[in-house]
């Protein structure tokens, strides 16, 4: 079974540019989260996607923002890019996001803003 | 709200050297994860633990979940290189489909 990917995995751009990440999550998983991880803020729950629908999700501004697909598939978007968005943007990806279930993680997309 | 805080940040330990890391809730969990992150890489789920009091072992890893289901450890003994990362507990603070992890606790061994 393939694992949860992500594409792509280095970005670079520059302050007020918009950025779409995607993450494919393991066959037969309907859950998917996404989170931002920083040096000085750890692992930060942005939201998560279960059937389509945006099911939680976390304190980040409105400029974050993620769709699901059918096929459960996932992206995210950040648009008006700032210097402090510029972090590693990990997707995970769970049967269907029951609290006993474990998270499945992509290698991430590591993103620079400029 | 629920707050989890996970020390220490940082150890630094000399191989064969044993090591602990604590998650510490003001509230009740409902079960904790613990998961592992290399460097360079993404976070990898060790373990979960959902009842009170409960001790599972990995090898040289012990993992125990307190009576009150507040706290969480996770013991390694006699690291080896292999073992440096970054290990997170992490939880579930409602029903469903959020998980949130704690700041994580670096482990550097030295050979």
């Known amino acids: 079974k393939a694992g949860v990917t992500q594409t792509p995995r280095y970005l670079i751009k520059t302050r007020g540019q918009q950025v779409t990440l995607s993450c494919s999550p393991i066959?037969?998983?309907?859950?998917v989260s996404w989170y931002q991880q920083t040096p000085g803020q750890g692992l930060q729950f942005l939201f998560e996607?279960?059937?389509?629908?945006?099911?939680n999700k976390g304190n980040f501004p409105g400029r974050f923002s993620g769709r699901q697909f059918s096929n459960s598939r996932s992206e995210m978007n950040v648009s008006t890019l700032e210097l402090g968005d510029s972090a590693l943007y990990l997707c995970?990806?769970?049967?269907?996001?029951?609290?006993?279930?474990?998270?499945?993680f992509g290698s991430g997309t590591q993103l620079s803003v400029l | 709200g629920q707050q989890v805080m996970q020390i220490p940040q940082y150890q630094h330990v000399q191989e064969g050297e044993d090591f602990t890391t604590y998650c510490n809730s003001s509230t009740t969990l409902s079960n904790i994860q613990w998961y592992k992150q290399r460097p360079g890489g993404h976070p990898v789920f060790l373990i979960q633990?959902?009842?009170?009091?409960e001790v599972k072992k990995q090898k040289r890893l012990t993992f125990q979940f307190g009576e009150a289901k507040k706290n969480s450890s996770l013991h390694i003994t006699a690291t080896q290189t292999t073992d440096v990362g970054t290990y997170f507990c992490?939880?579930?603070?409602?029903?469903?489909?959020?998980?949130?992890f704690g700041q994580g606790t670096t482990l550097q061994v030295k050979p």
């Open positions: 066959s037969g998983h309907r859950s």
């Open positions: 992490a939880y579930p603070p409602g029903n469903t489909g959020k998980l949130i």
């Open positions: 633990l959902v009842k009170s009091g």
């Open positions: 996607y279960f059937s389509e629908t945006q099911r």
């Open positions: 995970a990806s769970s049967l269907s996001g029951e609290t006993n279930e474990k998270l499945f």
